[in-house]
């Protein structure tokens, strides 16, 4: 089953300044987020194959999407992560069917890598509802630059019986990062830490 995506929304954010400090180059990160119809929305099933199929299908279609948007190649992303709000007819585990299994290996590919976990989060809310994206490096989770978030929402969704899924990347760390660890020009990128 396809996902039936009633829209999709793209957002970028520059930060160009930071408490009055000059960002340079900008940090920037973009979203890219469905709207899609949750085809269990008021219903147990104890198959989920078919959200978990769709997870696959929006992985590929939101990180490209993302990185799009900042006019840049795949692998030239630093950052990704992944989020789901569904609405109050489903479930949380709705989510995770779009989420965990399979989206992660098509926004991988966009990006050319990603040794590290996708940061997660689900949640379920109402129109205007907001959801946080949180941010990893792609190729090593101790980079503390690259421990960040960004938060999105679209006005009329979800609806009861959608969800909204979302994939961000960014092109950097955060503005002017400072509280030490692994640096992005050390990662060894092998083990998905490091």
């Not at 299908?57 to 999407?65: F, N, S, V």
């Not at 040794?115 to 907001?130: D, M, T, V, Y």
């Not at 490096?137 to 503390?144: G, L, S």
């Not at 990062?177 to 990128?189: H, N, S, T, Y």
Request: aromatic share 2%; charged share 25%; hydrophobic share 45%.
């Amino acid at each position: 089953m396809s996902a039936k995506i009633r829209k999709i929304v793209t957002i970028v954010e520059e930060t160009r300044t930071e408490m009055g400090r000059a960002v340079s180059p900008p940090t920037r990160r973009a979203a890219a987020v469905a709207v899609i119809e949750n085809p269990f929305a008021g219903t147990y099933v104890d198959d989920l194959s078919d959200l978990i199929a769709m997870g696959e299908e929006l992985g590929g279609l939101l990180a490209a999407r993302a990185v799009a948007a900042l006019g840049i190649e795949g692998p030239a992303a630093q950052s990704y992560g992944k989020a789901a709000l569904v609405g109050e007819n489903g479930e949380l585990e709705h989510a995770a069917a779009l989420l965990h299994p399979k989206m992660g290996a098509p926004v991988r590919a966009v990006l050319g890598k990603g040794a590290a976990l996708i940061p997660s989060s689900k949640r379920r809310g109402g129109l205007g509802a907001e959801l946080d994206i949180p941010l990893g490096h792609k190729d090593a989770a101790f980079v503390r630059s690259h421990f960040d978030g960004m938060q999105v929402s679209i006005a009329d969704a979800p609806r009861a019986n959608e969800i909204v899924v979302a994939v961000a990347v960014t092109d950097s760390g955060r503005p002017l990062p400072r509280v030490g660890g692994l640096k992005a020009d050390e990662i060894k990128g092998e083990d998905g830490l490091r």
